[in-house]
Each structure stands twice: as C-alpha cells, then as structure tokens.
C-alpha cells in the first residue's frame, strides 16, 4: 500500500544560513580574531592500518597535542572517547565489539566489520570518503547504531560476503539524514527504532538491496514530494529495493517549505 497520502502537512523554514553568512562577515570585516578549534580532549584519529582494537592504530588528543596511545587503548576501551576519524590511507578493521559506544564517528578513509560485531555512536556518523564494509566474512554481521545525525557526502557503505550490515537509527529525538554523495549498494538493512523522529528532509535513501524498517514508536519526517511507499516501484524518500516496513500507527509528517 502507498502512504503518500499521508504526506500534506508544511511549515515554513527561516533562512538561517544566510544570517549566519552575514554575521560573520560584519565580524570578518571588523577584525575580531576567531579562534576554532578542530579537536577535543578524548578524540581519536587513526594514524595506521590496523584493527579497531589496537593502539597501534590511533591517536589521541590528550588537550594540546596528538599522542600515540597506549597499550590496550583505543576507542571504546574505557568511556568518554569524542570524534573518531578515519582518515586517508588507513585501514580499520573492526573484530569485536568496544565495550563502550563513542561519540561521533567520520570516515574518510576505509572501515570494515569481520567479525559479528557492534559499534554504538551517541554522536553523529558522517562518511566522506574511502569504503564503510559492513561485513567481510561469510556468516557475520557488523552493526552500526547511530545515536546522532546521519551525513554521506561520498565514499561508499557496502558489504561483501552475501551477508548482511545493519544500520541502526536510536536516538530518542530527532535524527537528520543527509546524502549528497557517495553508494549504499548490496545487503544494508536500516532501522528506525522507538523514540527516533528520522528527518529525511528532500534526501533519499536508496541502493541497498536489504530491508527498511520504521518500529512501532518510530517517526518518519520527510519534505519528499513523493512522500514514502511500501509498494514494489521505488518513489519517494525510501528507496531501498528490499522489504519497506513502515508500522500503520506511525506519524508520518511532512517538512516541506510553505511559501503562502
């Protein structure tokens, strides 16, 4: 059945972008000194190929400078780990599951699961780059449970061994979804767990050949003109090419801009 008539409320959307622009343009021109900074105490970048669980392969930010970590530290090996970047070059492999979730996570260059493993994030995911491998052995399943907002300007989230990678959206709130670029192909299955308000604004989710599924006590938000549609021709804001569940006692809302 299609759930596109459900799809009819607006609201209107103050341009905050360009206010923004214009305040730090007035401060530009006023030569006050902006300081930003790039990193936190507790972040961790990865500085080698490597698995997730070796100190071999990360930094971390210690407040003022990056350090090689120590034995038996990575991210998630003891609570309040920040940023995790991946970055070009390296290659991280997850073969087990952190004991502690981290907080955001960036990849920009190569990830991969091979093992049945969990990775938790109470930030955001953002993927810019490289390759998200949500399974590479035959038999095992790397999940990943999004805490924060969801941003695909590139790269690509795949798995490999007929297998399966689930992508987890569990945020009690509202979580934004992005996707400007990049490839979801083969078996990803997405989730939208209680609590979560999934904000798809105009993007589409599409690519994958596994599931969607939108829980009793999940939201989905859309600005889609098409809305959403569980039948089999691919349209609106989900359009993954397996099974699209969406729970009838859902709200489904509409984002859309009104102009009147």
């Not at 000194?33 to 105490?41: D, E, K, M, R």
């Not at 609570?79 to 073969?95: L, M, N």
């Not at 798995?159 to 959206?169: A, D, K, L, P, Y």
Request: a neutral charge.
């Amino acid at each position: 059945y299609s759930l596109k008539s459900c799809i009819g409320m607006r609201t209107f959307r103050c341009p905050v972008t360009r206010i923004l622009a214009f305040i730090l343009l007035f401060v530009l021109l006023s030569g006050i000194n902006i300081t930003l900074t790039g990193q936190s105490a507790g972040d961790y970048r990865s500085r080698a190929t490597a698995n997730w669980n070796q100190n071999t392969a990360w930094q971390k930010y210690n407040g003022s400078t990056w350090v090689n970590c120590a034995a038996g530290d990575y991210p998630g090996a003891s609570a309040g780990a920040g940023v995790i970047t991946i970055r070009p070059t390296h290659t991280v492999t997850v073969t087990a599951s952190p004991p502690n979730p981290i907080g955001s996570l960036i990849v920009e260059s190569n990830l991969s699961y091979s093992a049945t493993c969990e990775l938790s994030l109470t930030g955001d995911f953002s993927i810019t780059g490289g390759t998200l491998n949500m399974s590479v052995n035959n038999g095992r399943t790397g999940t990943l449970n999004i805490g924060g907002d969801f941003s695909m300007s590139g790269g690509s989230i795949t798995e490999t061994s007929n297998r399966r990678g689930i992508i987890v959206f569990n945020k009690n709130g509202t979580q934004v979804f992005t996707k400007t670029g990049g490839i979801i192909s083969n078996n990803i299955r997405f989730t939208v767990n209680s609590g979560s308000n999934l904000d798809m604004g105009t993007y589409i989710l599409d690519g994958s050949t596994d599931s969607f599924t939108l829980n009793s006590g999940a939201t989905l938000t859309t600005a889609n003109s098409e809305g959403i549609s569980s039948s089999p021709a691919l349209s609106g804001s989900i359009q993954v090419t397996g099974a699209r569940n969406f729970d009838t006692c859902l709200l489904y809302t509409s984002d859309a801009a009104d102009e009147e």
